[in-house]
């Protein structure tokens, strides 16, 4: 197989939740030919069980390889809000993901926001979310479960209690994940 076709198998094994298969054909594709799929892949691993600083260094080598890439760009961001360091890069990694790829605009401005409730910016986290929300494909339950959680998080933290239920509410209205 070839280094791409290791990388498609891996990203299917990561899609249905299989971290081990995944990552062996992320590592037979770098063993090919290294490039940003498979790092991003392990990458996403890394965020995935925990292990942000591994991931930090698998998003910069996909980096150097993609500069450009914002989805590479956004992730790098959440592995160092993860990690609760060089937090101004994250959010200008963000920021340029977000003018580079608007399609990804619900994904980064949640990172955004996240960075913006580390600073303590409750307000603007708020905003970025509820952004965030207004551009998410109403068919992407769980990308909406996860906005409205952090949604309610920081507006239960702005002492918003009441608002914070009903962004709780939303969330649980929300059909299961593969649900009808």
């Known amino acids: 197989m070839t280094a791409e076709e290791h990388t498609a198998l891996g990203a299917a094994y990561e899609a249905q939740g299989k971290a081990d298969l995944?990552?062996?054909?992320?590592?037979?594709?770098?063993?090919?030919?290294?490039?940003?799929?498979p790092l991003?892949?392990?990458?996403n691993l890394a965020v995935a069980e925990g292990r942000a600083g591994e991931?930090?260094?698998y998003f910069r080598r996909a980096l150097r390889h993609e500069p450009d890439n914002a989805l590479i760009q956004n992730?790098?961001?959440?592995?160092?809000l993860l990690e609760g360091k060089a937090l101004e890069e994250a959010e200008t990694l963000a920021r340029e993901a977000l003018a580079r790829e608007p399609r990804l605009a619900p994904y980064i401005r949640d990172t955004l926001a996240l960075l913006a409730k580390r600073r303590g910016d409750l307000a603007g986290a708020r905003t970025e979310l509820e952004a965030a929300l207004a551009a998410a494909s109403e068919a992407d339950v769980p990308l909406r479960r996860q906005l409205y959680g952090h949604l309610a998080a920081i507006l239960r933290e702005a002492g918003e209690a009441e608002a914070a239920v009903a962004a709780e509410r939303a969330a649980a209205l929300l059909a299961p994940s593969g649900g009808p």
């Open 22 to 37: 995944a990552r062996a054909e992320y590592e037979a594709a770098l063993a090919a030919r290294e490039s940003a799929g």
């Open 55 to 57: 991931a930090e260094a």
């Open 75 to 80: 992730n790098l961001a959440w592995a160092l």
């Open 40 to 43: 991003l892949g392990l990458g």
